[in-house]
């Protein structure tokens, strides 16, 4: 195989990828509204990183980590620490952008999509130190 092959093969498996995740995104918005979440934003940029989805119920405002696999094996899935710190990170950005925000309490939350099932809500999934 040539590097232009091999690039080809990884700039179509990085597109497939991006295009699960989107997917993934919308699916996990649509159960946070049919479970009563306003969702302020999705896909939110900010120096420290992205966040996936931002929404809110009531005073509570709550920062989702989506995480999608093509299989059913959810062993792995878990986000790691160093993810979790770069989310809190983000997270205390975006509200301190926002004042209207900052009577909130924040909360983190993590969503797994599976192939043909429901997304997994995994409310409170990690607390910052």
């Given at each position: 195989m040539?590097?232009?092959?091999?690039?080809?093969?990884?700039?179509q498996?990085?597109?497939s990828?991006?295009?699960?995740?989107?997917?993934?995104?919308?699916?996990?918005?649509?159960?946070l509204r049919?479970k009563?979440?306003r969702?302020?934003?999705?896909r939110?940029?900010?120096?420290?990183?992205e966040?996936d989805i931002?929404?809110?119920r009531?005073?509570l405002?709550?920062i989702v980590?989506?995480?999608?696999?093509?299989?059913e094996?959810?062993g792995?899935?878990?986000?790691?620490?160093?993810?979790?710190?770069?989310?809190?990170?983000a997270?205390?950005?975006y509200v301190?952008?926002?004042?209207?925000?900052?009577?909130?309490?924040?909360?983190?939350?993590?969503?797994?999509?599976?192939?043909?099932?429901?997304?997994?809500?995994?409310?409170?999934?990690?607390?910052?130190s």
């Amino acid at each position: 195989m040539t590097r232009s092959e091999r690039l080809a093969r990884k700039t179509q498996k990085g597109r497939s990828g991006e295009r699960l995740g989107r997917w993934a995104e919308a699916w996990c918005r649509l159960a946070l509204r049919l479970k009563g979440y306003r969702v302020l934003a999705s896909r939110c940029r900010t120096p420290a990183g992205e966040i996936d989805i931002v929404a809110a119920r009531g005073d509570l405002l709550v920062i989702v980590e989506v995480k999608a696999r093509p299989t059913e094996d959810l062993g792995h899935l878990a986000a790691s620490l160093a993810q979790w710190r770069r989310l809190e990170r983000a997270a205390g950005l975006y509200v301190a952008a926002r004042p209207r925000l900052a009577r909130h309490a924040v909360r983190f939350d993590l969503m797994i999509v599976r192939p043909r099932r429901w997304p997994l809500h995994r409310p409170d999934a990690w607390r910052p130190s």
